[in-house]
Nanobody, 125 residues
Framework: QVQLVESGGGLVQAGGSLRLSCATSGRTFSSYTMAWFRQVPGKEREFVAG????????RYADSVKGRFPISRDNTKTTVYLQMNSLKPEDTAVYYCAADRGVTYLSPLPHEYEYWGHGTQVTVSS
């Protein structure tokens, strides 16, 4: 069982930055693929970024590529999403997800077993 707790969300002006953190429990963090998704009311959950268990492979949605680098610290069992050059359309609840068996850094929510409760990010224009 893995528990995920997101933090770092908030209100920021367009062009600003935030760093999301996802702290995890469990002793096998280094074996999990980690990902960030986001969701706005009335829309499906959307893949943002994913990182392999080793941190060597990363994948990004086109909408955030070059702006939202993902990273992880296996010693701290935490994954990060650095959000730069934020836009109003980045406003959403951001969720951290984890799975040990997902391949190719899947962008599909149903392939991830564990989820955090989310953190709200609001970008004002």
């Amino acid at each position: 069982q893995v528990q995920l707790v997101e933090s770092g969300g908030g209100l920021v002006q367009a062009g600003g930055s935030l760093r999301l953190s996802c702290a995890t429990s469990g002793r096998t963090f280094s074996s999990y693929t980690m990902a960030w998704f986001r969701q706005v009311p009335g829309k499906e959950r959307e893949f943002v970024a994913g990182i392999s268990s080793s941190g060597m492979r990363k994948r990004y949605a086109d909408s955030v590529k070059g702006r939202f680098p993902i990273s992880r610290d296996n010693t701290k069992t935490t994954v990060y999403l650095q959000m730069n050059s934020l836009k109003p359309e980045d406003t959403a609840v951001y969720y951290c997800a984890a799975d040990r068996g997902v391949t190719y850094l899947s962008p599909l929510p149903h392939e991830y077993e564990y989820w955090g409760h989310g953190t709200q990010v609001t970008v004002s224009s």
